[in-house]
């Protein structure tokens, strides 16, 4: 197995030393490894029940010729493209293996959708010759709405082209035993259902149907990925409290609970870059809940040592014979380093399990229970609210802005809303009073409820580097409302650390949501389905005290993006202000 962990812990060495003692000397390997739900909670509610990943390298293993004979039949028949609909745990760990491990010649090529904005959907949509596509249909719970509107708008338009009594051949299901898309899928006659373990969460799913299927499809080596995972296992049997995952997870959480680092900022090498953003879920909704969590901080664009706080700690993920960046800055300055070194894109199927035991162990060390998601449901409640009001009277509830402004909208609440509208300067002076409010320990989290493009990234990118120095914190990026399904549970579960900017705009293209899939009426949209979202979630923030601002970017979004980023004062200005 080629791997290889190197750690630099600086002052932090005997704090470490004394959590691994803790870890030795409570047998949390052993008992985990037992299923013994006491590691984490007197209570074996979502514990006992959620610890199959530990056997999915075997058990997903086991299942493989069926998989793979699948597989080739769909390359046998033509199929070009491989369309995973799904969120959160259906989609990242997909979206690693398609990056990295890339389609094998002659099998179709896989892409991902996870998001909800009107253009990402048309895009998929117009980008793709969907007679030659084979849709998976990926949620666990087999509920999820987003999941489900994708179905619905891509089975009427596959059944559009090749009739409805050819459509179900062209989707795929993966999912639990019993839920509501085994039912829809037998129901319109899909071409497979694959039922995956229901002691898996989401996020611990890599190396199970989740992650495996589709990564079969595009012709990885499943074989080689899953043996990794089981070399990878059986490293964790053998080794017991001295397994390199366990001792990740236990630097991470004893940084994170006694010295406040809990900035887990993850530098990822270009080949390993999707890497970022599944262990950005893993980690934020195993461990953001109780008012306590690890923030991951994925693709932050790399700077000088001095621009980062002393709340931080950082996880260098590369190819062996790739460069090691700035570590030795890092090192320097003082701050937590923690190298991992994997000799070949194949190894993530072992460092995925890895992590996953991390995760575990340092939820332990936290005293969370890292399987449950208690905050998830707020943010989906309003948003339901407000599609029910929507249908009920044909628009959605929308506040007054506090300021209005050359195409801006801007909605503020909590004690800045009054500095916002008495005193800001527009738009500008309404970012720079709420961005006033960050102190050292916070986080900045951008969210983009707006087509997800290169150049909107990059111009977001942009703007988390100026606020990186121009406030000295952490920064995350999202788009909505694809990280609902993953730091969302932070964000509301964790100390209350974040300012939260969010950004939506008036989408140019809105394509409807069949009520039935197949069926002639759409009472909802994709463009109504985000506009609720947003403010749904925006409300859940704030019924828990949380500080959140609104910039609604009107019809020139990447225009009126430019023009905030533009007006954030640098860290020199602000310090002969």
């Given at each position: 197995m080629?791997?290889?962990?190197n750690?630099?812990?600086?002052?932090?060495?005997?704090?470490v030393?004394g959590?691994?003692?803790?870890v030795?000397?409570?047998?949390?390997?052993?008992?985990?490894?037992?299923?013994?739900h006491t590691?984490w909670?007197?209570?074996p509610?979502?514990?006992?029940?959620?610890l199959?990943?530990?056997?999915?390298?075997?058990?997903?293993?086991?299942?493989?010729?069926?998989?793979?004979?699948?597989?080739?039949?769909?390359r046998?028949?033509?199929?070009?493209?491989?369309?995973?609909l799904g969120m959160?745990?259906?989609?990242l760990?997909?979206e690693?293996?398609?990056?990295?491990?890339?389609?094998?010649e002659?099998y179709?090529?896989?892409?991902v959708?996870?998001?909800?904005d009107?253009?990402?959907?048309?895009?998929?949509?117009?980008?793709l010759?969907?007679?030659?596509?084979?849709?998976?249909?990926?949620?666990?719970?087999?509920?999820?709405?987003?999941?489900?509107?994708?179905?619905?708008?891509f089975?009427s338009?596959?059944a559009?082209i090749v009739g409805?009594?050819?459509?179900?051949?062209?989707?795929v299901?993966?999912?639990?035993p019993?839920?509501?898309?085994?039912?829809t899928?037998?129901?319109?006659g899909?071409?497979e259902?694959?039922?995956?373990?229901p002691?898996?969460g989401?996020r611990?799913?890599?190396?199970?149907?989740?992650?495996?299927?589709?990564?079969a499809?595009?012709?990885?080596?499943?074989?080689?990925?899953?043996g990794?995972?089981r070399a990878?296992?059986d490293?964790?049997?053998a080794l017991?409290?001295?397994?390199?995952g366990?001792w990740?997870?236990?630097?991470?959480?004893?940084?994170?609970?006694?010295?406040?680092r809990?900035?887990?900022?993850?530098?990822?090498s270009?080949?390993?870059?999707p890497?970022g953003p599944?262990?950005e879920?893993?980690?934020?909704?195993?461990?953001?809940?109780?008012?306590?969590?690890?923030?991951?901080?994925a693709?932050e664009p790399?700077?000088?040592?001095?621009?980062?706080?002393?709340d931080?700690?950082f996880?260098?993920l590369?190819?062996?014979d790739?460069g090691?960046?700035?570590?030795?800055?890092?090192?320097?300055?003082g701050?937590?380093?923690?190298?991992i070194?994997?000799?070949d894109?194949?190894?993530l199927?072992?460092?995925?399990?890895?992590?996953?035991?991390a995760t575990?162990?340092s939820?332990?060390?936290?005293?969370?229970?890292?399987?449950?998601?208690?905050?998830v449901?707020?943010?989906?409640?309003?948003?339901?609210?407000?599609v029910?009001e929507?249908?009920?009277?044909?628009e959605?509830?929308?506040?007054?802005?506090?300021?209005?402004?050359?195409?801006?909208?801007?909605?503020?609440?909590?004690?800045a809303?009054?500095?916002?509208?008495g005193?800001?300067?527009?738009?500008e002076?309404?970012?720079?009073?709420?961005?006033?409010q960050?102190?050292?320990?916070?986080y900045?989290?951008?969210?983009?409820y707006?087509?997800?493009?290169?150049?909107?990234?990059?111009?977001?990118?942009?703007?988390?580097?100026?606020?990186?120095?121009?406030l000295?914190?952490?920064?995350?990026?999202?788009?909505?409302p694809r990280?609902?399904h993953?730091?969302?549970?932070l964000?509301?579960?964790?100390?209350g650390?974040?300012?939260?900017?969010?950004?939506t705009?008036?989408?140019?293209?809105?394509?409807?949501i069949?009520?039935?899939?197949?069926?002639p009426?759409?009472?909802?949209?994709?463009?109504?389905?985000?506009?609720?979202?947003a403010?749904?979630?925006?409300?859940?923030?704030?019924?828990?005290?949380r500080?959140?601002?609104?910039f609604?970017?009107?019809?020139d979004a990447?225009?009126?993006?430019?023009?905030?980023?533009?007006?954030?004062?640098?860290?020199h200005e602000?310090r002969?202000?």
């Amino acid at each position: 197995m080629g791997y290889k962990q190197n750690a630099s812990l600086g002052a932090h060495e005997d704090t470490v030393a004394g959590a691994l003692s803790e870890v030795r000397e409570g047998r949390i390997v052993g008992r985990m490894l037992e299923g013994d739900h006491t590691v984490w909670g007197p209570e074996p509610e979502e514990i006992a029940n959620r610890l199959g990943w530990l056997e999915s390298p075997e058990n997903t293993g086991n299942a493989l010729r069926g998989i793979l004979d699948f597989a080739e039949t769909i390359r046998a028949e033509g199929i070009e493209h491989v369309l995973l609909l799904g969120m959160g745990g259906s989609s990242l760990a997909p979206e690693v293996f398609g990056f990295a491990l890339q389609s094998k010649e002659g099998y179709p090529d896989l892409a991902v959708l996870d998001s909800t904005d009107p253009e990402a959907v048309s895009g998929r949509a117009e980008g793709l010759d969907l007679s030659r596509t084979l849709f998976v249909v990926s949620t666990k719970s087999g509920g999820t709405e987003e999941t489900f509107s994708f179905f619905k708008y891509f089975y009427s338009r596959v059944a559009e082209i090749v009739g409805e009594e050819r459509a179900g051949s062209h989707f795929v299901a993966i999912t639990d035993p019993g839920s509501g898309l085994a039912d829809t899928a037998e129901k319109y006659g899909f071409r497979e259902t694959f039922l995956n373990d229901p002691n898996i969460g989401g996020r611990y799913s890599a190396l199970s149907h989740f992650g495996i299927v589709p990564a079969a499809l595009s012709g990885v080596d499943v074989e080689r990925l899953l043996g990794s995972g089981r070399a990878a296992k059986d490293e964790l049997v053998a080794l017991g409290e001295d397994d390199p995952g366990v001792w990740l997870g236990t630097a991470v959480g004893e940084l994170a609970r006694s010295a406040g680092r809990d900035k887990l900022t993850l530098l990822t090498s270009p080949v390993l870059a999707p890497f970022g953003p599944w262990a950005e879920q893993l980690v934020a909704e195993s461990t953001g809940k109780d008012g306590v969590g690890i923030l991951p901080v994925a693709e932050e664009p790399e700077g000088p040592p001095d621009v980062y706080g002393e709340d931080r700690v950082f996880v260098s993920l590369r190819l062996r014979d790739e460069g090691d960046g700035s570590l030795d800055g890092l090192r320097d300055a003082g701050h937590p380093v923690i190298e991992i070194l994997l000799d070949d894109p194949y190894d993530l199927g072992g460092e995925m399990f890895r992590w996953e035991v991390a995760t575990a162990v340092s939820g332990w060390r936290l005293g969370i229970n890292p399987f449950d998601q208690p905050n998830v449901e707020s943010a989906k409640v309003q948003a339901r609210k407000m599609v029910a009001e929507y249908r009920e009277k044909g628009e959605l509830p929308e506040p007054e802005p506090t300021v209005e402004e050359g195409g801006i909208s801007v909605y503020s609440e909590g004690e800045a809303a009054g500095e916002v509208a008495g005193e800001a300067a527009g738009v500008e002076g309404a970012l720079e009073t709420f961005l006033s409010q960050a102190k050292p320990g916070d986080y900045v989290s951008l969210q983009a409820y707006l087509p997800p493009s290169e150049a909107t990234t990059e111009a977001l990118q942009g703007m988390r580097v100026r606020l990186r120095e121009r406030l000295k914190v952490a920064t995350t990026l999202g788009y909505g409302p694809r990280f609902l399904h993953s730091t969302g549970q932070l964000h509301k579960g964790d100390g209350g650390n974040g300012l939260f900017v969010q950004f939506t705009a008036d989408p140019e293209e809105d394509p409807p949501i069949p009520d039935e899939a197949g069926g002639p009426e759409a009472t909802l949209t994709f463009g109504v389905l985000e506009a609720a979202q947003a403010p749904g979630d925006r409300q859940a923030l704030l019924d828990i005290d949380r500080r959140v601002i609104r910039f609604h970017l009107g019809a020139d979004a990447s225009g009126n993006l430019r023009r905030l980023i533009d007006g954030i004062r640098g860290g020199h200005e602000r310090r002969e202000a």
